[in-house]
T-cell receptor, first 113, second 109 residues
């Protein structure tokens, strides 16, 4: 089975712009979670989607949003980018939810200038 | 919510055993996980342990869980240069995984 894939792998944006990241889960997995990894804060949970519905959300501002499509692929969007949004964004998939084993993609590294 | 603590660095000699420790606060996690991250890469699931188990062995990896002390450890036998990475322990539930800050495993020749 193919693993979790994320596109693009690298992205450079400037402050104030917006960005969309994509994640394709493992075939058959219906839950997709997103995490942000920074040197200062470590790995933090952003949100989780299942059957096109956001079920849980971490402590991030409303500039961070996401969606899930009927094929379980997910996108996350960050609007009005700030320097502090520079991070590695990781997507993880599991069969039914984050309480089960999650498998991570390679991540998208975002640099905001 | 869950709070997970790990030491930041561990240095071992090649061929020795590595023991990476983790403490957590929330007992409600059904599973506890160990992930490995190599430079520039995502997280690789190494192993996990069900919360009602004390020990799990998987080839060179041994996970020990002390529920009373809320202490989790990962032992890597015969540590090799390819084991050099950051190791994260994690627990959690429906509101996502909570990760420790990660332990940098440094292998000395």
């Amino acid at each position: 089975k193919a693993g979790v894939t994320q596109t693009p792998r690298y992205l450079i944006k400037t402050r104030g712009q917006q960005v969309t990241l994509s994640c394709s889960p493992i075939s058959g997995h219906r839950s997709v979670s997103w995490y942000q990894q920074t040197p200062g804060q470590g790995l933090q949970f952003l949100f989780e989607y299942f059957s096109e519905t956001q079920r849980n959300k971490g402590n991030f501002p409303g500039r961070f949003s996401g969606r899930q499509f009927s094929n379980s692929r997910s996108e996350m969007n960050v609007s009005t980018l700030e320097l502090g949004d520079s991070a590695l964004y990781l997507c993880a998939s599991s069969l039914r939810g984050p309480e089960e084993t999650q498998y991570f993609g390679p991540g998208t590294r975002l640099l905001v200038l | 919510g869950e709070d997970v603590e790990q030491s930041l660095f561990l240095s071992v000699r090649e061929g020795d055993s590595s023991v990476i420790n983790c403490t957590y606060t929330d007992s409600s996690s059904t599973y506890l996980y160990w992930y490995k991250q190599e430079p520039g890469a995502g997280l690789q699931l190494l192993t996990y342990i069900f919360s009602n188990m004390d020990m799990k062995q998987d080839q060179r990896l041994t996970v020990l869980l002390n529920k009373k002390d809320k202490h989790l450890s990962l032992r890597i036998a015969d540590t090799q240069t390819g084991d050099s990475a950051i190791y994260f322990c994690a627990g959690g539930g429906a509101d996502g995984l909570t990760f420790g800050k990660g332990t940098h495993l440094i292998i000395q020749p």
